[in-house]
């Protein structure tokens, strides 16, 4: 059974913490992504990675990087939490080159930022 | 650019019901994909069904079916004879044609409510 998994469904961090995000996939997908969900804005990217330590913006990286040291592990970092970061992070995976092979998500973090 | 446009935020409807979740897109590419997700109360979205641009063919899956038009930028989602278990958040999305890496442009999603 293929997997996308999150370390943490639920997270509360102070304003001004520096947080990971965590995710794992098993299936040798070679693109990973960082989406953010809110009310009525649906899924936004974040950033994404094609490959290890390859990573490209999203449509909205302020606030955020990312890591990929191995190819089955994106973590998504926010250097300083504020807020309005205060949101759904989903991850998700699939494989490169093939536009039309279905991404695979993991379950969410629900991020609080207090 | 890209652009999905889900324009009903929600729905409810009776058990048994029909119910037809809009999408609209906007690309220049020629060759795009177009997908739909399910997203249950427990948050990870399930993949319903791909379309590539070449297949206008409707798709029929169980109680589920699809109708892919292209001279209307339209994939809508209609689910036969609705079910409690249908209740959910749904996502439009189309791939961004400008790359081969997958990346996603999804609606502001519809959430459904069927209630028994």
């Known amino acids: 059974d293929v997997k996308v998994t999150q370390s943490s469904r639920y997270l509360v961090k102070r304003t001004g913490e520096k947080v990971f995000l965590e995710c794992v996939q098993d299936?040798?997908?070679?693109?990973m992504f960082w989406y953010r969900q809110d009310p009525g804005l649906g899924l936004r990217l974040i950033y994404f990675?094609?490959?290890?330590?390859?990573?490209e913006k999203g449509d909205i990286p302020e606030g955020y990087s990312v890591s990929r040291e191995k190819k089955e592990r994106f973590s998504l970092i926010l250097e300083s939490a504020s807020t309005n970061q205060t949101s759904m992070y989903l991850c998700?995976?699939?494989?490169?080159?093939?536009?039309?092979?279905?991404?695979?998500f993991g379950q969410g973090t629900r991020l609080t930022v207090v | 650019a890209q652009k999905v446009t889900q324009a009903q935020t929600e729905i409810s409807v009776v058990e048994k019901e029909d119910v037809t979740l809009d999408c609209v897109y906007e690309?220049?590419?020629?060759?795009?994909?177009l997908f739909w997700y399910k997203q249950p109360p427990s948050g990870e979205l399930v993949f319903l069904i791909r379309?590539?641009?070449?297949?206008?063919q409707n798709e029929i899956s169980g109680r589920y079916s699809w109708n892919f038009q292209k001279s209307t930028s339209s994939f809508n989602f209609t689910i036969t004879a609705s079910q409690v278990v249908d209740s959910a958040v749904y996502f439009c999305?189309?791939?961004?044609?400008?790359?081969?890496?997958?990346?996603?442009?999804f609606g502001q999603g519809t959430t459904l409510q069927v209630k028994p």
């Open positions: 998700a995976s699939s494989d490169w080159g093939t536009e039309n092979t279905e991404a695979f």
């Open positions: 299936m040798d997908h070679e693109n």
């Open positions: 990675s094609y490959d290890v330590k390859m990573k």
């Open positions: 690309t220049r590419d020629t060759t795009y994909y």
């Open positions: 379309r590539n641009s070449f297949d206008e």
């Open positions: 999305a189309l791939t961004d044609g400008s790359s081969n890496t997958g990346k996603l442009i």
